[in-house]
Structures are given as structure tokens and as C-alpha cells.
């Protein structure tokens, strides 16, 4: 029996080598031992730490049927007791990033046992469990995993070790919006003098309190005449035709889509949602409810509006990466710019 703390380790199933978007839907499974990057880690930790096994989990199954994913491996999570948990890491992709950290949360909350992740800044996941679980900070690709798993293992080493983590910025660790008390050389008059002077001369100084930084957009002119405008009908809430014939992702979109609508006064049973974050059954029933393409084609026969645009775009907004979503704003808003279309109704969930 060895003496070495017990790890066990998650990946999805492009990581844990078992197919990419066609095994997306496998169920939680568990293998003994190192699989993917948990030879890796397994590597880093051999010193105190042993991975004694790995779970698997399709993205599209976990995010598109949480509940029962996260009770089965839970259930294997039990079976086997770890002394820590180790999840990812899961860069930028953001239903592998969501499924970490929905289950790392959970292991802390339910089992009481520590879990570390690692994500890229800007994935999604990170605010489900950042006030639970130490996030590693990490590259927004795999090309970053060797340096990932040397960070998540040196974290895992502390917290098995008990000792304290430092700061975020030390540790490489996504901060986790808590504030402790220290012992430090100058009282904070003085602090906040040197950082003034410190500015006032163009030198560089560090804030201790750092505020969120959120992007601008710039407010469009109000359009004159609505009795001659096009407007055009834009959705987050994954309205597709049935089917899903561009194979939408259903959370943490990577592409949109766009439907011709120019010959329908509704949207009828030929439409329905795949969006993985909210209850589906209102807007399949009635998918005008998230387009409302019946209440427009009726103001652009009465001639409250000039005309609705031929097409709507869609996609799915939960999890969606930061980086993906200003990209297809920029795409869809360079075509409906260069169709003419003076003004968007964009619904949400």
C-alpha cells in the first residue's frame, strides 16, 4: 500500500485519447492509473503524490446533461477517496472549462476534498467555481500544457502539504477575490503616497486594489424613420431549424448560423432551440417566443417597420468564450452592415 497522497484526475474525451466532437457525448467513465495529461502531472507530483486513476467525460454529455454526469462521478470520486482532486487543464475551451469547474466546485462543496483546475483567463468556467477552487493560470491553448501541469502540480503540493498558498501573482493562480489581512513594512498612508508619486512621475506602480476592466461599445444613432428601416432579427438563444443542420454547439459556441426567413410570417414547429442553458420547452412550443419573427412580420405589414430582413443569424450564448463572441459580432455585423439593414433586435434567453 503506498504511503503517497492519492490523486484523481479529469480530462474530457479529446484529452483522455478516446475521439474528439464524435465521442463528445460518452459518459463518465473511470481508468486506473495515467491517461493524457495526467502522466504529466502524475510526473510533477511522483515526489509525495501518485494519480490513481482517471475519470472521462464527454464535454457535450457533461454540459448537456449535468446532473446525472455530475452524480456518476461523484459516486466514482467516493469509491476511489482521494486526497485531492485535479481537473483539466482546460485552456480557452469553454464546455471543458464549465465542466471542470462545475464538478472541481462541486467535489469541494460536497466531499470536502481540494480540487485544483486550470484555465485560461478567459474561459467561462472560471467564474462558476473561482471562490472554491484554485484555478491555475494558464496559455489559451495546449500549447501551454507542459508549463499548466507544472503549475497545477506545484499547487497541488502546497495544498497536500498544508501550506499556504502565496500570491496569485506568485503561485500563478487566478485570483479568488479574497482579501486577507498581513503584517507589512509600510502603513497604507504611506503606500498610497508612493503609489501617487509614483504615477505623478511616470514610474511604475502596482494598485492593491484592481478594478474590472469592461469593454465599451459605442451607441448607435437612433434610427429616424421606422416606416423605412430594416430590421434584422439576432439570437443568442439557439433558434435553429430542425435538425440543427449547421451543428450549432449547444454551450461554448464555436460558429453561428443563418436562416432564411424571407417567405415566413412566423416561426413554426420547423424551429426549435439547442441551447444547453435554460429549460427548452417554452421556446420549442413556440420559438417565436426567443425570435419574435410573427410580432415583426406583422409591424412590417402594417408599415410600423419598413421591412424585416430576410435572414436571422443565431448561436448559443452559455459558456461562450469572450474571444468567440466578439468574433461573431463582428461577422454577422459586418454582413447585415453591407446589406443594408439599419437597425437589430437581439434577443437573449
Known amino acids: 500500500m503506498s504511503d503517497k497522497f492519492k490523486v484523481l484526475y479529469y480530462v474530457n474525451q479529446f484529452f483522455g485519447q478516446v475521439g474528439g466532437e464524435d465521442k463528445a457525448d460518452m459518459k463518465p467513465v473511470f481508468k486506473e492509473g495515467v491517461v493524457g495529461p495526467s502522466l504529466g502531472f502524475n510526473e510533477n507530483i511522483k515526489d509525495i503524490g501518485e494519480v490513481v486513476g482517471t475519470i472521462i467525460c464527454g464535454d457535450n454529455y457533461f454540459n448537456e446533461h449535468k446532473e446525472d454526469a455530475l452524480e456518476d ?51 467561462p468556467g472560471i467564474e462558476s467555481c473561482k471562490d472554491k477552487v ?12 507542459r508549463k499548466a501541469i507544472s503549475s497545477m502540480a506545484n499547487l497541488a503540493k502546497k495544498i497536500l502539504k498544508k501550506e499556504e498558498l502565496d500570491f496569485p501573482e506568485v503561485d500563478e493562480y487566478i485570483p479568488q477575490g479574497k482579501r486577507k489581512t498581513i503584517i507589512v513594512e509600510k502603513r497604507g498612508s504611506e503606500r498610497a503616497i508612493d503609489m501617487l508619486l509614483n504615477r505623478l512621475n511616470n514610474k511604475d506602480f502596482k494598485t492593491e486594489l484592481p478594478m474590472p476592466v469592461f469593454d465599451t461599445v459605442e451607441i448607435a444613432k437612433a434610427i429616424k424613420d421606422l416606416s423605412k428601416a430594416t430590421i434584422a432579427l439576432v439570437t443568442t438563444g439557439g433558434i435553429v431549424p430542425r435538425g440543427n443542420p449547421d451543428k450549432i454547439q449547444s454551450a461554448s459556441a464555436r460558429k453561428w448560423g443563418k436562416y432564411d426567413v424571407s417567405d415566413l410570417k412566423k416561426l413554426g414547429e420547423g424551429y426549435y ?13 413556440n420559438p417565436n417566443r426567443v425570435i419574435p419573427l410573427d410580432i415583426l412580420k406583422k409591424y412590417e405589414d402594417k408599415g410600423i417597420i419598413g421591412k424585416v430582413y430576410d435572414y436571422f ?37
Not at 273 to 285: E, K, M, Q, R, S
Not at 317 to 324: F, R
Open 73 to 123: 462521478i461523484l459516486n466514482i470520486i467516493k469509491k476511489v477517496s482521494p486526497d485531492i482532486f485535479i481537473a483539466g487543464p482546460a485552456f480557452n475551451a469553454g464546455r471543458y472549462g464549465m465542466a471542470c469547474g462545475e464538478i472541481s466546485k462541486t467535489v469541494v462543496k460536497n466531499l470536502n476534498i481540494p480540487a485544483i483546475t486550470g484555465m485560461y483567463i478567459e474561459n
Open 134 to 145: 484554485i484555478i491555475a493560470s494558464t496559455k489559451d491553448s495546449a500549447a501551454g500544457m
Open 273 to 285: 432551440t439547442i441551447h444547453g442553458g435554460y429549460d427548452p420547452v417554452y421556446a420549442n412550443a
Open 313 to 349: 443569424y443565431t448561436t448559443t450564448g452559455t459558456g461562450t468564450s469572450v474571444g468567440n463572441a466578439l468574433k461573431f459580432g463582428k461577422e454577422i455585423g459586418k454582413e447585415l452592415k453591407e446589406a443594408g439593414v439599419d437597425g437589430v433586435i437581439l434577443t437573449s434567453t
